[in-house]
């Protein structure tokens, strides 16, 4: 299984070009299993979502075809997930994130397990708050630093769900723990939204409770 490590140093969202690129590369590289290469094609296929080409994605996850291996079925899912959801239909794209959340699960995937409930809480609104809870319980008893990162994404993506709905004092809270969580475990980029997140959300409760 590829580390994560690895894949945060060769993705980067800001060039979803770029990064379709370094993973062809690594690919081709020898240094890898089968099943790793397999998981470097799936990530090519998110760099390919990224830049709208949906029909390209799913052609390449289908070039994978039935993976035995429970990491590339768990991201092939993922990924399916993904390029339905960008392009617009995320009602098929839950049952995709759906399967990728019960193998990883099955197959003790916890990374892997909370980015597919992350992603169903983004797609399913109706139970968006029942996903993200479930996320959250995970990444709260990750053992590492870099499994409970998703805890900035997770609450973040809670404040702005309640921001949407009028439920400012819980966006609030949401946004005030995403910070917490950035600052103890995420990047920079995490913390500049984190304190954005909080500002606008201020800004909204000033103008709200002003006479």
């Known amino acids: 299984m590829l580390t994560q490590q690895l894949l945060d140093e060769l993705w980067d969202f800001e060039d979803p070009a770029g990064s379709e690129q370094?993973?062809?590369?690594?690919?081709?590289?020898?240094?890898?299993?089968?099943?790793?290469r397999a998981e470097l094609v799936t990530q090519r296929a998110r760099a390919l979502a990224l830049q709208r080409r949906f029909e390209d994605g799913h052609a390449l996850l289908d070039s994978l075809g039935d993976?035995?291996?429970?990491?590339?079925?768990?991201?092939?899912a993922l990924e399916a997930g993904r390029l339905l959801n960008s392009a617009g239909r995320p009602t098929e794209a839950m049952p995709e994130f759906e399967t990728a959340a019960s193998t990883a699960a099955t197959a003790g995937l916890l990374?892997?397990?909370?980015?597919?409930l992350?992603?169903?809480?983004?797609?399913?609104?109706?139970?968006?708050?029942e996903w993200a809870a479930q996320a959250i319980d995970l990444?709260?008893?990750?053992?590492?630093?870099?499994?409970?990162?998703?805890?900035?994404?997770l609450h973040n993506n809670l404040g702005w769900w309640h921001f949407d709905g009028g439920r400012l004092d819980e966006a609030l809270d949401h946004f005030q723990q995403a910070q917490?969580?950035?600052?103890?475990v995420g990047n920079?980029?995490?913390?500049?939204?984190?304190?954005?997140?909080?500002?606008?959300?201020?800004?909204?409760?000033?103008?709200?409770?002003?006479?």
Do not use: K, N
């Open 180 to 184: 917490g969580w950035a600052e103890r």
């Open 188 to 211: 920079e980029q995490q913390r500049v939204w984190a304190r954005e997140a909080i500002d606008e959300c201020v800004a909204a409760m000033e103008t709200r409770d002003s006479p």
């Open 111 to 116: 990374f892997l397990q909370i980015d597919a």
């Open 118 to 129: 992350h992603m169903l809480a983004i797609t399913d609104e109706t139970r968006s708050r």
């Open 67 to 76: 993976p035995a291996d429970a990491v590339v079925r768990t991201r092939v």
């Open 22 to 36: 370094r993973f062809a590369v690594e690919e081709v590289s020898q240094s890898y299993t089968d099943s790793e």
């Open 139 to 153: 990444a709260l008893a990750a053992p590492d630093d870099r499994t409970r990162r998703w805890l900035v994404s």
